[in-house]
């Protein structure tokens, strides 16, 4: 016998093919990967209009009539405020409730007392969509018409939130800034504790 230097070949494994269920599997894979894709679009897409459907967007300014001055609150989004908080300013001043706003136009012992102006508390409230509240109110005469004539001094920022608890504080103008929540009113920390 004669040998030859010609090595004797390695087997190699058999070439194997994928079963068709393996193809069929990852099909199902890549449908599902895009199926679950799609719904958490879908969910993100859901929650925008469902923000959109609920938007407040609260105003405050003033109102002239032949009858006097008023400030009116309107709300123009297309879902109710929560109003959370209300601030008054005089010259940029922050002042305290109505009778403040008068003791600073009018100067104390104005003579202007509840028989006399109309006011509503809109703190703690729900303003429904295209709901307006007359904030403050009173008939014209001189004293009034100095205060309150026109460049009008008084200011009103009003915080407040939409029922999925998204919260902005009103400017003056169209303008409204998103906060994560409305600033605590002062001594309601002492009040809380209290009760």
């Known amino acids: 016998m ?3 230097d010609v090595p004797e070949p390695i087997p190699t494994a058999p070439v194997r093919k994928r079963d068709p269920e393996f193809w069929i ?3 199902a894979l890549a449908v599902s990967a895009l199926a679950m894709l799609s719904s958490v679009l879908q969910v993100g897409l859901q929650r925008n209009q469902e923000r959109a459907m609920v938007w407040p967007h609260v105003n405050a300014g003033p109102a002239y009539s032949a009858q006097g001055f008023s400030m009116v609150a309107t709300n123009k989004g297309l879902g109710p405020a929560l ?11 922050l002042v305290d409730g109505w009778g403040g706003v ?10 202007y007392g ?11 409230r729900i303003l ?13 005469d001189e004293k009034i018409r100095a205060a309150f004539g026109p460049g009008n001094r ?3 920022r009003i915080c407040y939130c939409s029922f999925l608890d998204e919260c902005w504080i009103s400017r003056e103008g169209l303008d409204h800034d998103r906060v994560n929540r409305c600033p605590a009113v002062p001594g309601s920390a002492a009040r809380e504790g209290a009760e």
Do not use: M, Y
């Open 2 to 4: 004669q040998t030859s």
């Open 25 to 27: 599997a990852i099909g």
């Open 83 to 93: 109003v959370r908080r209300v601030e008054l300013s005089v010259d940029g001043q």
């Open 102 to 111: 008068l003791d600073v136009l009018l100067g104390p012992g104005h003579g």
């Open 114 to 124: 509840w028989e006399t102006i109309r006011a509503n508390d809109l703190e703690d």
């Open 128 to 140: 429904g969509a295209d709901e307006s509240l007359v904030l403050f109110g009173v008939t014209w």
């Open 154 to 156: 008084v200011g009103v």
